[in-house]
């Protein structure tokens, strides 16, 4: 951490280097981070890295939750959800170590377009989301590690501790469980009026939420 | 729960040991202290996350009249909750609204390192392995032991003396005379990294370990 490159994002060296260590993080902070006014973000919840991160309106972060832009750009869509230990990012589930990324010409070839939540995806604890694509209305359960490049479709569930590997493809209404195994949620798919009592119930945790837990959106804005 | 704040010049140890005999670890991550109840000579161990924060916002007509704190997580006795994991209440649509439901351990209850729990109630002398799910309103019986990576789905009831495992999680076993005896051999050794008590045994002797 000490071994910090001179980046010009930041600013002159702090006043006072010995209180260091008791910093939470000594990772620099992101450089252009875009909230929605309307995010909650507990305490806790770190962004970190020098790629952009956008979050969309009505967004919770729960505690310790970790958003990294490190490697590729994060844009999190409206009324998404992301539960305690979670993490966000390409690169941050330290499994695809992209050491070479910073080398600027390995950025083309993996995938440079970094991950990307769509709208009311709901993201449990200790899940790695490293995918390039989350699609619409998503559910991606605990323990859940999306590889990088991955694109999932539209309400899709990916069940507990489920891993897919890297750049793989689902489909939308697909549920992925147990060992890999994959299957249509055709009563989803068939019944629209599902679809929106779910969106519903997910808006109302989100308000939920608003009124339960304190927001700490002050320490990133 | 008595606050551990409240503690004023206590040895810089790992653990902060309440009135009661809990010992939380410095490093844990409890929201909502308010709305948790440790049982006395429980334990909590670093990096684990208490959601006490999602508490039940239903109104409770209360005789007295005061407003009562809700309980949120309300854990036994001689509990041990492993390093990592997560304990939060379930929730669901109740009237068109959204309820948040307390979740309750009982006593003598092992939580492995990494689990996630969500259960509603977990009864007393349970192991749980590492790494485990319990989804929500899982509801769990007495004597009952959880294998590791298990993923418990929504809503299941597990019977009393099950043995569990797998994904989804299916009973495959029981865990038959003499579950949690053993142990009788009392001296309390204490440090020697000798394992001086059985899954769903009495823990106290686990916890007076835990320093």
Redesign the interface.
Known sequence: MSAQPPSSSRPSASHRPTSLQKRTSALPKPTSLFLDPTVLVAQHAQFTGTHPITVGPNTVLHPHVKISSVVAPVVIGEGVVVYEKAKIGVGIGGTSAPESAGAGGAMESTRGDGTVLGQGVVVESNAVVEAAEVGEGTVVEVGAVLGVGCVIGKYCNICPMTVLAPNTHIPDFTVVYGAGEKRTNLTLQSRPEILQAKAMTHRKQIDMFKRLMPNNIAKWT | MSRPTARKAAPKGEYIETDSGNKVSRRS?I?GTANITLGGRTVIMAEV?L?G???S?RVVPSSTGKDVTPTAISIGRCTVISTGS?I?PP?R?SRG??H?YPLKIGDNVFVGP?C?ISAIQIASHVHIGA?T?I?PFAMIKENVKILE?T?VPANMIITAGSVVGG??ARVVGEVGEGWGVGSTGGVGVGGGGEKNWVEGGDLRELVRSIK
Request: charged share 15%.
């Open positions: 991550a929201t996350q959601r924060d999602l508490h916002t997560v939060r929730y649509i609204q959204i948040y990494n996630t790494n799910v989804g990576n993923v994904r989804p």
